[in-house]
């Protein structure tokens, strides 16, 4: 079974601090993705990666940074955190073979910036 | 572009009532359209698929059939379960993206004993 395994489940912040949330897979993926989940917007692409050092923009990247130095990992970074960011954050990973092979999730980081 | 619109929540039903969650989409090129399930306090998992037009996906009792001429993929299942409660994702994956997928908002569904 592929594992995402983010690495905090709950995480209280302050704003202007630099927070960094990790994914990891264990199914050598190449394609790699951090959504938000906000109550009555459901998922928001942030970021995505395709290969090692690879990223594009989703649709709401302000804010946001990520890296991607080794395959299995993909972390989401956000430079100076803002109260507007509190949100559930999800990372998922997806094999580049088959064009339809589908998305595995990670359990979620609850991501609260007081 | 690329978008997904799914009924909103939340629905509430009894057990052993049919369910339906109405799920239509707008995508260039020949989509996949997926149905993901999210319980409580754990991240998205996949539910069912269909890669092409008149596929039908099934699982766990729940069936969505891929509709061209309407563009929809509506969920059903005959008879739900307390331990169906959950927030269901209606999700597409066009032909020329990088692997990205776009999702509709969610559809809280709680059912009752």
């Known amino acids: 079974d592929v594992k995402v395994t983010q690495s905090s489940r709950y995480l209280v912040k302050r704003t202007g601090e630099k927070v960094f949330l990790e994914c990891v897979q264990d199914?050598?993926?190449?394609?790699m993705f951090w959504y938000r989940q906000d109550p009555g917007l459901g998922l928001r692409l942030i970021y995505f990666s395709y290969d090692v050092k690879m990223k594009e923009k989703g649709d709401i990247p302000e804010g946001y940074s990520v890296s991607r130095e080794k395959k299995e990992r993909f972390s989401l970074i956000l430079e100076s955190a803002s109260t507007n960011q509190t949100s559930m954050y999800l990372c998922?990973?997806?094999?580049?073979?088959?064009?339809?092979?589908?998305?595995?999730f990670g359990n979620g980081t609850r991501l609260t910036v007081t | 572009g690329n978008s997904v619109t799914q009924m909103e929540g939340p629905v509430t039903l009894s057990e052993e009532a049919f369910l339906t969650i109405n799920c239509t989409y707008t995508?260039?090129?020949?989509?996949?359209l997926f149905w993901y399930v999210q319980y409580p306090g754990e991240g998205l998992q996949l539910l069912l698929k269909a890669t092409k037009a008149d596929d039908k996906g099934s699982n766990k009792g729940f069936e969505a059939t891929y509709r061209k001429e309407t563009t929809s993929f509506h969920l059903e299942k005959g008879s739900v379960q307390v331990s169906d409660s959950a927030v269901y994702f209606c999700a597409l994956k066009g032909g020329s993206t990088l692997g990205r997928l776009y999702f509709g908002r969610g559809t809280q569904l709680t059912v009752w004993p």
């Open positions: 995508a260039t090129g020949y989509p996949s």
């Open positions: 199914m050598d993926h190449e394609n």
């Open positions: 998922a990973s997806r094999g580049g073979g088959a064009s339809n092979s589908p998305l595995h």
